[in-house]
């Protein structure tokens, strides 16, 4: 039993509590968040139990009622829906139910078949009670509480004319509405932070801005020499492709001066050509450092104007946020204590054996932590003046913990709109801690979860964390290209987007997986070959160089995320039987608005498959024997379907995304 109140009453178990309270649970405006705890009493009087919250600005909500769930356990939940962003608190509350009590004990001994006589002191009980009541309700009520007291006292009446009123749907609710609470037991007052909406629900594009408009030498004896390095003025037209697909959000890998000593080559090579531009998280050199733009790419002005132009067209601009330092960064210089120096007097490089970064120095936060703490924060809070408010934190697990937690409260101290997304793949303990501490979201392991089986135990365990770890479900990225892609089969790349898309309420692809991009480095490496990390990879992206790719339907995708309610969730995820583990089902339902939809996808890029799949009826918002209709969003077919259904998923057409809907 997880925490249990010392009071009068049982009460343990609250949730969502992160990490015992030591860091505030995690919301957004609208999010209609589960709450549950453990309450229980001696003997067989009634307990009850409820959630009082108080909003950002002091004001206490009414209280919410909380019910039973499954019978004996003691399990009681109810749901909070905060309306505004900021830091909520809540506490629940179980107390003694007087009324409840009595209502079942004399329900009970008139269906036993006890009179008026036997029942004198439970009736006089009754009457004290509900003139108690009519002390609390509304005036508009008082009477008919007034009358159902007197009435309980007259012993002229018949026995069920004494109790008929008191025991009457009206009176019943008035004393749920406005109970005696007697005995009150309180458990401690725990935080909610509540985000805007964008931190829950979202479709990100990440993008190399040098690469747009960039031009290479097509000669055979300098490959891939530049003729041309692609800027943000360039990006800003490239926007308008980006918002035709229907993304929210536009991620750009940091955009800062490039070092030049130790810079790497294409595909990672040590031996870089004159003309290699180097990785972009290789940050720094004579020409500025993480509050600088690199010159090639453009000026402040060009960045507040790709900001602004992103706005216009409803999506928002996501940054990196790298904290390395390339050999030559002004840092390196003016403070080396920032650094670790090895015993032959030299900087070490990054390394995660047997890899190795020498183009990139790590930080050292425990030499002078005043000051290095103050350094990244003002340089974080600069571009966060300059309108960004998400920032793609690269590999958070590799710096410390207490840092993190400073900097982002630190900075949602005067903005607190700010999001972070957390790029640690690295062991569970340190990504659930980094989303406890005050994350936005997280990078997954979905990458590396291609069988239904463990996307099923995935999926759950990021349910079940729901109330601090928020996924976002990256298709690709620069630096993975999984072997379910690699060989380049068009369905793979639809049946990882539809899930992507649909399983998490955000999800990303980085630029070329709409084109089907698929080479691998070597085989069993996971990095791309001529990684854009390393060097220009300008695409074609006239209406020819898109013919075949993957952008209707991407379009498609995020039309239907934003049209369907359902799809903004993550809670609300129901699996379903399909009887070939190459197939898998699930829906999502809005408790709200009804919206609901189901997914059936081929797990099978190569195959087609064919399936029977059992549905989950009152997750679908229907009755086990009920009928529903289901619209194929993805191709508009219409189906009558029951409870057991036959499905054909071919490499053409592996997935259906359907709308449902009830026979009526």
């Known amino acids: 039993m997880v925490g249990l109140v010392a009071g009068r009453f049982g009460l343990s178990d609250v949730s969502p509590v992160v990490a015992g309270g030591l860091y505030p649970a995690r919301a957004v405006v609208g999010e209609a968040v589960p709450v549950a705890a453990t309450v229980f009493r001696e003997g067989h009087d009634a307990v009850a139990t409820n959630v009082t919250l108080t909003g950002p600005d002091g004001k206490v909500w009414p209280f919410i009622r909380m019910t039973p769930g499954a019978p004996g356990l003691d399990r009681w939940h109810a749901t909070m829906t905060p309306n505004d962003e900021g830091m909520w608190t809540f506490v629940v509350e179980a107390w003694s139910d007087p009324l409840h009590t009595w209502h079942h004990a004399v329900t009970v001994k008139i269906d036993a078949g006890q009179e008026a006589g036997e029942l004198s002191n439970d009736l006089l009980t009754g009457a004290e009670l509900f003139g108690r009541l009519a002390e609390q309700v509304p005036a508009a009520q008082r009477a008919a509480v ?71 030498s097509d000669d055979p004896a300098t490959p891939a020499k530049p003729l041309r390095h692609g800027t943000l003025v360039d990006s800003i037209k490239h926007l308008d492709y980006v918002a035709d697909m229907g993304f929210d959000v536009v991620y750009l890998p940091p955009i800062h001066p490039i070092g030049y000593v130790n810079r790497k080559g294409a595909n990672n090579t040590l031996d870089p050509r004159p003309w290699d531009v180097g990785s972009p998280w290789a940050i720094g050199s004579a020409e500025g450092g993480h509050d600088a733009i690199h010159p090639q790419l453009g000026t402040e002005a060009d960045l507040a104007a790709f900001v602004a132009r992103t706005r216009e067209l409803g999506m928002e601009v996501a940054l990196d946020y790298a904290l390395q330092a390339a050999p030559d960064h002004p840092w390196v210089t003016s403070h080396p204590e920032w650094f670790t120096t090895k015993p032959d007097g030299s900087i070490a490089y990054a390394e995660n054996p047997p890899k190795k970064y020498q183009d990139i120095y790590p930080l050292n936060f425990d030499n002078d932590p005043d000051g290095l703490y103050r350094e990244c924060y003002r340089v974080l809070k600069k571009w966060v003046d300059m309108g960004i408010r998400i920032f793609r934190v690269d590999n958070p697990h590799t710096k410390p913990i207490n840092f993190w937690h400073w900097l982002i409260w630190k900075i949602k101290e005067t903005d607190p709109d700010v999001l972070f997304l957390a790029e640690a793949f690295t062991r569970p303990a340190m990504m659930h801690a980094l989303a406890q501490l005050g994350f936005t979201q997280s990078y997954t392991y979905f990458t590396w979860r291609n069988s239904k089986h463990e996307l099923t135990e995935y999926l ?38 539809v899930l992507a898309a649909t399983l998490s309420p955000t999800y990303g692809i980085y630029s070329g997986y709409e084109f089907f991009e698929h080479v691998p480095l070597r085989e069993g490496s996971e990095e791309y070959l001529n990684s854009e990390k390393y060097q220009l990879r300008p695409r074609d992206f006239s209406d020819e160089g898109l013919r075949g790719s993957l952008v209707p339907l991407l379009a498609r995708l995020n039309g239907i995320r934003h049209d369907h309610r359902a799809l903004h969730d993550l809670r609300n995820l129901t699996f379903h039987h399909a009887d070939d583990d190459s197939v898998i089902a699930y829906s999502k339902r809005d408790p709200l608005s009804g919206d609901t939809v189901l997914v059936i996808c081929s797990l099978d890029p190569h195959h087609t498959r064919e399936s029977f799949v059992r549905l989950d009826m009152p997750a679908l918002g229907v009755g086990w024997n009920d009928g529903i209709e289901v619209l194929d969003l993805l191709r508009g077919d219409l189906f009558s379907w029951a409870q057991h259904n036959f499905v054909r998923l071919t490499t053409l057409h592996p997935a259906h995304i359907f709308a449902v809907r009830p026979v009526t």
């Open 146 to 216: 007034q009358t159902a007291s007197a009435r309980l006292r007259d012993g002229s009446r018949p026995l069920s004319d004494r109790v008929a009123l008191a025991l009457s749907d009206e009176i019943q609710r008035l004393a749920r509405d406005y109970p005696l609470r007697e005995l009150i037991t309180t458990s401690p007052t725990y935080e909610l932070w509540v985000d805007r909406t964008r931190a829950l629900f979202g479709a990100w594009y990440e993008f190399f801005p040098r690469s747009v408009g960039a031009e290479l």
């Open 460 to 497: 759950r365990d990021l349910v079940a964390t729901a109330h601090y770890m928020r996924p976002n479900f990256f298709a690709n990225t620069p630096d993975i290209l999984h072997e379910y892609l690699q060989h380049g089969v068009p369905a793979a790349f639809t049946i990882r987007a």
